[in-house]
Nanobody, 122 residues
Framework: QVQLVESGGGLVQAGGSLRLSCAAS????????VGWFRQAPGKEREFVAA????????YYARSVKGRFTISRDNAKNTVYLQMNSLKPEDTAVYYC???????????????WGQGTQVTVSS
């Protein structure tokens, strides 16, 4: 069982940066792949980024590649999403999710956090 708590969201101007954190409970978190997703009002939830349990491989949606960076610190049971050059279209609730299998592009993860709001003003 894994419990996830996101933090770090907020209001930022276009071009600014935020770093989201996903803190996990559970002593086996280091063996889980983690993904970040987002959902804007009136839109479906979409994949943003994912990272293997080892941190050795990362994956990104085309819309964020080159601007966002996913990383993890297994000693701290935390996964991060560094978001740079933010755009108004990045505005959404951001969720982290975990699964024993790496999943890229879909939301087939077993465990989910409650989400954190990111708002980018123009």
């Amino acid at each position: 069982q894994v419990q996830l708590v996101e933090s770090g969201g907020g209001l930022v101007q276009a071009g600014g940066s935020l770093r989201l954190s996903c803190a996990a409970s559970g002593r086996t978190f280091s063996r889980y792949a983690v993904g970040w997703f987002r959902q804007a009002p009136g839109k479906e939830r979409e994949f943003v980024a994912a990272i293997r349990w080892s941190g050795g491989s990362t994956y990104y949606a085309r819309s964020v590649k080159g601007r966002f960076t996913i990383s993890r610190d297994n000693a701290k049971n935390t996964v991060y999403l560094q978001m740079n050059s933010l755009k108004p279209e990045d505005t959404a609730v951001y969720y982290c999710a975990a699964d024993t299998e790496l999943v890229v592009g879909t939301d087939e993860y077993d465990y989910w956090g409650q989400g954190t709001q990111v708002t980018v003003s123009s």
